[in-house]
């Protein structure tokens, strides 16, 4: 499950790993989501460690009577130096640089951040560290989601922005 919105004054900026909380209407969201993953039944619920998935996971951890577990390997995309900028700032000083997410997934680091290719190695690393016997929710980000669908799909890494669920998208995934 990708969090719900955060708050507004991040939302047009680029927050990656920062760690703030959700926004009036992600926090009505999160309520009805915290709903929802409790209908799944799962035996383990992980969460990427930041606020805006913390809060999900713990709460229907509470409610099934069963602990919610941290691991940051679920984190967003580390953005470097651009994090907590407008996305506006961002290309004004740097134009189509950040196109190169997409056009040099191994190479291109947005403000000295994870290129596209280690977001990708960090999100299946810890998708294979799942147990496969037992029925599992992550709370996680867009990237990560993205980054598995693309690889379950063989779907080249320049494509994997077109597979970033919504704001408070649940997308189930099989095990193989």
């Not at 997410?101 to 994870?114: I, K, L, Q, T």
Request: charged share 25%; hydrophobic share 35%; proline share 6%.
């Amino acid at each position: 499950m990708r969090h719900p919105p955060v708050v507004k004054d991040w939302q047009k900026r680029c927050y990656g790993t920062s760690d703030m909380g959700l926004s009036r209407e992600g926090a009505r969201m999160a309520k009805s989501l915290v709903a929802r993953l409790i209908t799944f039944c799962p035996e383990i619920i992980i969460h990427s460690d930041r606020k805006r998935t913390r809060n999900i996971a713990e709460r229907a951890a509470v409610q099934l009577s069963i602990n919610a577990h941290s691991d940051p390997r679920w984190r967003e995309r580390d953005f470097g130096s651009w994090e907590g900028r407008t996305w506006n700032q961002i290309y004004r000083e740097t134009g189509d640089a950040m196109d190169g997410m997409m056009d040099n997934p191994h190479g291109f680091r947005p403000g000295g951040g994870e290129t596209t290719a280690e977001l990708l190695a960090r999100a299946i690393q810890a998708w294979h560290h799942l147990p496969s016997d037992r029925k599992i929710v992550v709370v996680t980000h867009g990237g990560p989601i993205a980054a598995i669908l693309s690889a379950r799909k063989n779907a080249p890494l320049r494509s994997m922005s077109e597979h970033i669920p919504a704001p408070g998208a649940i997308t189930e995934i099989e095990r193989e």
